[in-house]
Structures are given as C-alpha cells and as structure tokens.
C-alpha cells in the first residue's frame, strides 16, 4: 500500500460590523422676496430684496426703483404697512416690523442725503438744504441694514413716495408701491446613511461582492521538496469617516491530532519546514499574489505587509485604511511541511471580519 500524502484544504468566512450614525444636512437658503407693482405709478422698475425672509429676523433690505419722470428732489418716503399698497389706504403698522434701527450700507444713483427711521414703519431720506433735480430715467438703489421683519409669515406692502420738500410734506410728486413676502425659511434635510460592504471569495473579477466565487481553496497533496500556495480576496467599500479594519480569525492546518505550525512572526518560505502563513502582498518567492488596488489607501497592517514574508496569528489586524476606502485585498496562503509530517487531510477554517469607524 502507498503511502498517504498530506492534503491540504481552506475555508473562507467573512463577516461584517459596522456603528451606524445619519448625518443630517441643513444648508440656509437666502430667499428674494416675491414683488409686485401697481399701475398708475411714476416710480417703475421697482423691486425689494429682503436677505433674510424669517418672520421676527433682522435682515438687510434693498429697495431699488427708477425715477419715470423729470422730478426735483427733496425727500423720499419708505412706508411699510401691512394692508395696502396703494398712497391713498391707511398704513396698518406691520405687528413685530422695526425700522427705528435701521442704517444705511450703500447707495447707488445718488448720495449726500441723511436717512431717519420716522417712526417703527417709516423711513425718511433727505436732502438739505437743496432738493436735487433728475433727469429721467433715473435708477436709485438703497441698501438698509438691522431692519426687523414683521413676526407673521404673510404678504406685507412698501409704498415709496418722493417730495420736492426735504421733511417728506407737501404733495407728493412720485409714487410706486410694492408687495413683499415674509416667509420660513426654506431648509433641505437629507440623509447619508451610513454602508459597509466587505466580503471574501476566491476571486472578485470586479469591484462588486455579486461577482465573487468560490470559498474553497484546495492545495492538493503536499510534499516537503517544494512549497504550496494558493490565493483568495478580500473587497470592502464603505463611507466611514475613519475607515475600516480588517482581522483574521482560525487555526493552522490540522489534521486530528497533527499540526502544521503557523509562522507566529514573518518569515521567508522555507520548504522542508513546517510552515503557515500568509500575506497581502505580491510575492515572488513563491510567485504568488498581488498588491491592494482599487481607489482607497487602505494598505495590510505590519507583519502582513512585506513581499516573501509569511505570518499568521489568529485575531491579527491583517488591513486597514485611515479614512473611507473601496479596496480589494488579495490574500496570499504559504504551506510547507517536514519530510516526517504524517499523512492526513490537513484543513482550517479562517473568518475574516471588517469594522467601520464611523
């Protein structure tokens, strides 16, 4: 009867763990109020633009407008009411609405003037001691900061009206109002959730667990004049902010009672010596293997990271990455044995587990 030569086989695990956390984003959005304009009006083109629409918020304002006909000057008048546009209505004072703070950050087609607040509505811009004549059309543009919104949500008025008298009295010689909108401001929520994808198989012809096969190695028969080898991979994609880890669980080949030894620190392959291990590297001694590749920086963890040096201890760090990574890992098996080890089928169980730091 011949003699039994050992055999060799390996079987692949791999689990999964992973903190979970949404992330929730919130950006602010700058709204421009909605505007509209009344006929019959000598000051056109108007508009109103409110930086900040949150009812009770202090906002800036720009209010901008072009004189239609030929004027002279004295005073502009600023009128925000709650009920009307139009020059003729009553003014109903906007509940929450503060002018009384208000300064004046720029202005374009015009300067030398004073501006002040008249009452918690009403704003006065003048001019002393000479009115200022126009030629039309002209544009005028005032920017206005620490103004108060009213503390409702809801459509709100501004009547602009100029006066060749610098206190805003006399008849009045141009005329526009407009309408406005004080609203909650719009806010985007999403979610991000957290993923962390890892999976082992004997081959990954792309970057995709569904493609991968096999979970078996078999190394055929062993002989004590020459190495054996064999290879499988390791994929993990994930968002974690800082990145992933990889450990290795199992035993060295045993059959029964008989023990290949694991190389517990890195070592050359040394045929005619009991040997296992493996590494994450491309190897030429022997030839077998591959470097990680794939868009992240994950890289094998020391021991497991140099060409043509073997290790295993089971609950080692076998790869991690500083930050979120998609990786493919290939795995590197060396088995050698004595002449005198004794025959039998010689098998291990290795579970790979991959953890996200999110």
């Not at 126009?134 to 409702?152: D, E, G, Q, R, Y």
Request: charged share 10%; glycine share 8%; aromatic share 10%.
């Amino acid at each position: 009867m011949s003699a039994q030569h050992p055999k060799l086989l390996i079987r692949l695990r791999f689990s999964a763990a992973a903190l979970l956390l949404a992330l929730s984003l919130i950006p602010a959005a700058y709204l421009t109020a909605p505007v509209q304009a009344y006929a019959g009006e000598t000051l056109v083109d108007r508009s109103l633009f409110v930086q900040n629409n949150t009812p009770g918020a202090t906002s800036l304002y720009t209010v901008t407008f072009t004189i239609s006909e030929p004027s002279t000057l004295g005073s502009i008048e600023m009128l925000f009411c709650s009920n009307s546009p139009l020059q003729d209505d009553s003014c109903t004072t906007p509940v929450g609405m503060d002018v009384t703070q208000a300064h004046v950050k720029g202005a374009t087609g015009i300067s030398n003037f004073t501006m002040f607040p008249v009452t918690t509505n009403e704003l006065m811009l003048n001019w002393t001691p000479t009115p200022i004549s126009f030629t039309p059309p002209h544009v005028l543009s005032f920017t206005f900061t620490n103004i108060k919104n009213p503390n409702t949500a809801g459509s709100y008025y501004l009547r602009l009206s100029t006066y060749q008298s610098t206190n805003i009295t006399g008849p009045t010689v141009n005329f526009g109002g407009l309408a406005f909108a004080i609203t909650s401001q719009l806010q985007i929520s999403s979610v991000v959730p957290p993923y962390l994808t890892f999976c082992a198989a004997v081959t990954f012809p792309s970057f995709d667990c569904a493609t991968g096969t096999g979970n078996f190695i078999n190394f055929g028969e062993l002989s004590s004049d020459r190495s054996s080898q064999g290879s499988s991979q390791l994929f993990v994609s994930t968002n974690a902010s800082s990145g992933d880890t990889i450990q290795m669980y199992g035993t060295t080949m045993t059959s029964g009672n008989n023990v290949i030894s694991a190389l517990t620190s890195a070592g050359q392959s040394q045929p005619g010596s009991a040997q296992f291990g493996l590494n994450l590297r491309a190897n030429t001694v022997p030839s077998i293997g591959a470097d990680p590749v794939g868009p992240g920086s994950g890289q094998p963890a020391s021991g497991y990271d140099t060409p043509n040096q073997y290790k295993f201890v089971s609950n080692d760090t076998i790869a991690n990455a500083p930050v979120a990574d998609e990786r493919l890992y290939t795995v590197s098996y060396l088995v050698n044995i004595p002449k005198g080890q004794a025959p039998g089928i010689y098998a291990s169980t290795l579970t790979y587990v991959c953890s996200g730091s999110f």
